[in-house]
């Protein structure tokens, strides 16, 4: 009697299985791509949060000063700035933060990805934390020098 020695896997197999690791690696890229940006994305706004407060802190500091000049302040970093008014360690962030009248009338931050601006607003309505939402605008060539301190 001959006996029937068959070891491993024939090739339809090992190509079927090949196929349906495929199929689930197609349906599954999107769903991790989407998370890992919406990852980055969140991690830029806390950034912009981040800023937010450390002008606001900043604004404070300045106005106890003992000559500190009215209630108008621009706290500004871009790419042509050395100085960095807020401390902030990540020179790559640009941003540009203006208060009106002790309140934040308006703040624009930039990454080497993502642009954050919200424009003046008027009638009293000033940028608050809580309503800072990414708006996902990325930067783009024309956008890289929306920041100047000048």
Known sequence: MKKNN??????????????????????????????YNDSRESAFITQVQSLYRAAENKYVSDQLLPDSVGSSAVYCHDDADEQNDLGVTNDDVLYKITFTDGKITSIMVMDDNYLYTSPAVSGGDYIKVADIKFNDTDVSESSTGAITCN
């Open 6 to 35: 068959k070891k491993g896997f024939t090739l339809i197999e090992l190509i079927a299985v090949i196929a349906i690791l495929s199929i689930l690696l197609i349906m599954a890229l999107p769903q991790v791509l989407d998370l």
